[in-house]
């Protein structure tokens, strides 16, 4: 599931590899240990240590497997090319996996071989194609072989990794997966998405305005326009907030996508075509640009396995305002961000106006969500993901 595009599952699994290496090419020469009980240097020691004793098998498609080199020596890289969610999946990749004859395999994501019989571990990021199945999942055979895939998982894993505890009580409750086999680890932010400074903010905002037409004050919205993602409310609720600000503007990110036109739609009912900005996919440069110079970034989500978006935006001094469901509190924290009932339009908009008219909310925000960041890492996660593997394999 590593992805050069870096989204969802792909960065996941990339920074997991990125912070493997490090931790593994890391050496505790310049460390001194005390030969008391243990310390925290010696804890780092021996995590480095056992990152380093360990092997990696990284399994890629293409062209993942032409791009990337591993930088540490005891990672290696097999091709497999199979199409993610497809027989060859279910059949070639475990081929080559038993090939290897590995003393632990970690699945990123729900889509293991049902035939694999070697100790596993699997991260289940969410239960969305349960919960929200959406318009790809119209067919029974499509979703019997969902159900069969993410039930075998769970059930024949050794651990299994939850990014949140919003999607441990859906794995417990929906797949009746023990407690005890759940370990909550949450995810990171990418190190790039920080705070602009103002020459930055001042060039960004010129090349946003030439390239998309997109001119401050705006709220901002990233991700994708699936269902469960709640554009439409969005879209009506910003309409209330156009009515008293006509100068605002509404920018929305992310692939459109043709199985789910209403935030088109909505948009052009609402006759909001001069003020919502549709950018498409951007590059991440644009996107950091964009947490900058909005006003608040808006994440109105029916459902999310942890809402990585949220840290984004701490991370770039964006104040927030978010739907009050699902893992969403909990990743944000209580008091780093104003919450909303997401089925509620005229909630949307009155709790976002809260923020926007008042400047001292609004910089509160912005400190507590710098604040709140600096508890998520990917480094922290590749530790204590190590660490399962270390007891896992054992």
């Not at 919960?131 to 999942?137: C, H, I, Q, V, Y």
């Not at 605002?248 to 909001?272: R, S």
């Not at 990743?331 to 909303?340: H, L, Q, W, Y």
């Not at 400047?359 to 709140?372: P, V």
């Amino acid at each position: 599931m590593f992805k050069s595009s870096f989204t969802g599952i792909g960065r996941y699994t990339f920074e997991l590899v990125k912070n493997l290496e490090k931790l593994s090419a890391q050496t505790s020469a310049n460390i001194q240990v005390s030969a008391d009980a243990p310390t925290k240097a010696e804890t780092i020691v021996n995590v480095n240590n056992l990152a380093a004793k360990n092997e990696y098998v990284l399994f890629l498609n293409e062209p993942e497997f032409s791009n990337f080199e591993p930088t540490a020596t005891n990672f290696t890289k097999v091709l497999v090319d199979a199409p993610h969610y497809s027989l060859k999946e279910q059949t070639k990749f475990l081929k080559i996996l038993n090939e290897q004859n590995l003393d632990l395999m970690h699945f990123t994501h729900f889509n293991a071989p049902i035939r694999y019989r070697k100790p596993f571990i699997v991260t289940i990021h969410d239960l969305t194609h349960t919960l929200f199945p959406g318009r790809k999942m119209t067919s029974l055979p499509y979703r019997l072989a969902y159900r069969a895939v993410v039930k075998n998982a769970v059930r024949k894993a050794k651990i299994v990794i939850a990014v949140s505890n919003n999607t441990k009580e859906d794995l417990i409750k929906i797949l009746k997966v023990p407690e005890e086999k759940i370990k909550v680890i949450y995810e990171g932010a990418n190190e790039e998405f920080r705070q602009l400074t103002d020459a930055e903010k001042e060039t960004s905002a010129k090349i946003l305005n030439e390239k998309y037409g997109i001119a401050q004050p705006f709220f901002l919205y990233t991700g994708v326009h699936r269902y469960h993602k709640n554009l439409t409310r969005l879209i009506k609720a910003f309409k209330f907030i156009s009515n008293k600000y006509p100068d605002l503007k509404l920018v929305i990110t992310g692939k459109p996508d043709p199985l789910y036109p209403e935030a088109e739609q909505e948009v052009a009912d609402q006759n909001l075509e001069e003020k919502v900005v549709f950018t498409g996919l951007i590059p991440e440069n644009e996107l950091i640009a964009l947490y900058n110079l909005a006003e608040i970034y808006i994440f109105p989500s029916l459902y999310e396995g942890f809402g990585l978006p949220i840290l984004e935006a701490f991370a770039c001094g964006a104040p927030v305002c978010a739907s009050n469901i699902s893992s969403i509190p909990e990743v944000a924290g209580k008091d780093n961000a104003i919450f909303f009932n997401p089925y509620d339009e005229k909630d949307i908009a009155e709790k976002t106006l809260s923020i926007f008219e008042n400047s001292a909310r609004r910089n509160k925000l912005i400190q507590n969500g710098l604040i709140r960041i600096k508890n998520f890492s990917w480094k922290k996660m590749a530790k204590e993901i190590l660490e399962v593997y270390n007891t896992t394999s054992n």
